[in-house]
RNA sequence: GCUCCGAUGGUGUAGUCCGGUCAAUCAUUCUGGCCUUUCGAGCCAGCUACCCGGGUUCAAAUCCCGGUCGGAGCACCA
């Protein structure tokens, strides 16, 4: 019918103009005729966001893995393969592999403590892995697959400096080692293994293709000899020839049974090289898929080397410094799991290079902190005001807008409120204590206002909406407060109740969403971290 | 230099495979209004987008070619 559109308008003006009324009657008529009709001219495409489906087969079981180096806690990057890769799992009940990628001692040497730090970051995720993999456990294994490789003639030792090979290379030319024969090349490579070579003497290459066009792609190296110990004491010094994570991953995966590999496109180029190792051993390399580089604006590239520099600099506190890309920051800052898995797969997993704010997370804790967050007078700057004419009363301020139970605050005859609060108030002018009651300033050096309008006792501010401004204040007994944000710092005073929300979000109202980190019931001291406003 | 990816409002994202229902989805930001004993939330309204140039076709965000721009790889890092 398409190559004919055509003719098709044509007999369609024609039978459109044979009929009678407008279209909301033809509408009326179908119904009467083929109701069933109606429902597909309303039918609106179901717009679909978040993950796309992975269609896969009705049986299949379908297993995942996120491969971290542990040279660091996980970033907000390690963060998205972390729920993508469990998100898909848990789709389609399947398996979810937590993989350290831990071959390389050195040049990214794994951090101990690191390990135990993932596990307890995916725990948090909901994406308690189904099993844990560490590439470091399995060096013998890689070695019986190189040797198996070498006596196929599709790997061999080169003894190539670094430079060297890599002019070869760039002219599409074979090195030297290329072509020496399988009994030579076994001999090498047990030399290697054997300590017979100093670090940077040879490497174990995978023979691809040294003329093709993509020079990332020519005779790429899958073993190198490092003489620094792992800092796993299990692994330690026991071994001298380390994969590479092309040679290590290839395997593993393999092994594994990984069904998709879902990962960010810079490794591209790693599939390709691997698939030499699965075509020369007859493997079926798993379904990929890929997401852009990402970045944020509030930090812009986040790499683990780069937080872990800045906290040798003293620039951050640690990995939890609420101004570091790390999970951990988000974590203490109160951004909880379901925002950040939430905010993660609606990303989705376009090849797209994207550069976005930390907003969107924001708006998704909101509306999951928002609707329980206990709301609290939070005094930041704070100056004294005394108050002529004020009665001893208790304030009731609502827990929550959406709840009846209230918070009773004392109050005397001063109150405390943020200093910018006063900035430009001159005698004369008025103020609503939010809850409380209205003051009048008197004089502003010092510091004194008078009470007006209302009752005693309780809520005795005038009625009507007051048209000048209304703020919040702390009385009576209070706490000492620091609230770290990633911009700065404040200090001041809350109220007592605050002692009691030891590891909560709150929302101190005109400031923002808060985790109380840590209280000090005898010193009356607490400290919070900003999560947002 | 060689190679590989990508390009939809301020920001992300859906739609692209298989051209027409797209005068283009959803979210966020921003602006205005309502509500409100703060802020936030909620409700209502508004702004803003198919990288450029050719081609194919009755019809192109969608297919083809060429540019431009962005990112990545060409490590004895992951």
């Given at each position: 019918m398409r190559k004919d559109a055509k003719d098709v308008a044509t007999l369609v003006g024609e039978v459109l103009s044979g009929l009678e009324g407008d279209p909301e009657s033809w509408e009326r008529r179908l119904e009467e005729i083929a109701p069933e009709l109606i429902e597909e001219i309303h039918e609106r495409k179901q717009p679909i966001t978040g993950l796309p489906d992975l269609n896969v087969e009705d049986g299949c079981h379908v297993v995942l893995r996120f491969a971290p180096n542990p040279n660091g806690p996980a970033t907000i990057g390690s963060v998205r393969g972390i729920v993508v890769n469990s998100e898909y799992a848990k789709r389609h009940h399947g398996e979810f592999i937590l993989r350290f990628d831990d071959t390389d001692p050195r040049t990214k040497a794994p951090l101990v403590e690191a390990y135990a730090w993932y596990?307890?970051?995916c725990e948090y995720l909901d994406a308690v892995p189904d099993r844990v993999v560490y590439a470091?456990?399995?060096?013998?294994?890689?070695?019986?697959?190189?040797?198996?490789?070498?006596?196929?003639?599709?790997?061999?030792?080169?003894?190539?400096?670094?430079?060297?090979?890599?002019?070869?290379?760039?002219?599409?030319?074979?090195?030297?080692?290329?072509?020496?024969?399988?009994?030579?090349?076994?001999?090498?490579?047990?030399?290697?293994?054997?300590?017979?070579?100093?670090?940077?003497?040879?490497?174990?290459?995978?023979?691809?293709?040294?003329?093709?066009?993509?020079?990332?792609?020519?005779?790429?190296?899958?073993?190198?000899?490092?003489?620094?110990p792992h800092s796993r004491p299990e692994i330690a010094d026991r071994f001298r020839v380390w994969p590479l994570l092309d040679f290590e991953s290839a395997v593993q995966d393999h092994v594994l049974k990984v069904t998709h590999i879902i990962r960010g496109k810079d490794l591209m180029d790693s599939e390709r090289r691997q698939r030499y190792v699965y075509d020369y051993l007859g493997w079926q390399y798993p379904l990929t898929l890929h997401w852009g580089r990402m970045k944020l604006h509030e930090f812009g590239r986040f790499s683990t080397s780069a937080i872990s520099n800045?906290?040798?600099?003293?620039?951050?506190?640690?990995?939890?410094?609420?101004?570091?890309?790390?999970?951990?920051?988000?974590?203490?800052?109160?951004?909880?799991?379901?925002?950040?898995?939430?905010?993660?797969?609606?990303?989705?997993?376009?090849?797209?290079?994207?550069?976005?704010?930390?907003?969107?997370?924001?708006?998704?804790?909101r509306k999951i902190v928002d609707p329980t967050a206990n709301r609290y007078f939070f005094v930041w700057e704070p100056v004294t005001i005394a108050i002529?004419?004020?009665?001893?009363?208790?304030?009731?301020?609502?827990?929550?807008?959406?709840?009846?139970?209230?918070?009773?605050?004392?109050?005397?005859?001063?109150?405390?409120?943020?200093?910018?609060?006063?900035?430009?108030?001159?005698?004369?002018?008025?103020?609503?204590?939010?809850?409380?009651?209205?003051?009048?300033?008197?004089?502003?050096?010092?510091?004194?206002?008078?009470?007006?309008?209302?009752?005693?006792?309780?809520?005795c501010a005038t009625e009507e909406k007051p048209r000048y401004p209304i703020i919040h204040w702390v009385a009576g007994d209070n706490v000492d407060v620091v609230v770290h944000a990633p911009d700065q710092t404040y200090e001041g005073v809350c109220e007592i109740g605050i002692l009691s929300e030891e590891g909560n979000i709150v929302q101190f109202e005109r400031f923002g969403f808060v985790r109380i980190d840590s209280v000090d019931f005898d010193g009356k001291k607490a400290v919070a971290y900003f999560a947002h406003r």
């Open positions: 596990l307890d970051d470091s456990d399995y060096l013998n294994e890689y070695y019986e697959y190189a040797k198996k490789l070498i006596l196929m003639g599709a790997a061999y030792v080169c003894l190539c400096e670094r430079d060297e090979f890599k002019r070869y290379k760039d002219a599409k030319e074979p090195c030297p080692h290329r072509n020496t024969d399988v009994d030579s090349n076994l001999k090498c490579w047990e030399r290697m293994l054997g300590g017979g070579y100093v670090e940077g003497e040879a490497v174990l290459r995978i023979k691809t293709d040294i003329k093709h066009k993509d020079p990332a792609l020519r005779d790429w190296a899958a073993f190198r000899i490092v003489e620094t800045a906290i040798r600099c003293g620039e951050y506190t640690g990995w939890d410094d609420p101004r570091a890309p790390t999970l951990r920051a988000l974590r203490k800052r109160g951004i909880t799991a379901d925002a950040i898995r939430k905010f993660m797969i609606d990303l989705g997993i376009s090849e797209t290079d994207i550069s976005l704010s930390l907003d969107n997370l924001y708006a998704i804790n002529q004419g004020a009665v001893a009363m208790i304030a009731t301020p609502l827990c929550h807008p959406d709840r009846s139970d209230v918070r009773e605050i004392p109050v005397g005859d001063t109150v405390a409120v943020c200093s910018a609060d006063l900035d430009g108030v001159g005698a004369g002018e008025r103020l609503r204590l939010k809850n409380m009651y209205d003051i009048e300033i008197v004089k502003t050096n010092p510091l004194v206002a008078k009470h007006i309008g209302g009752n005693r006792g309780e809520w």
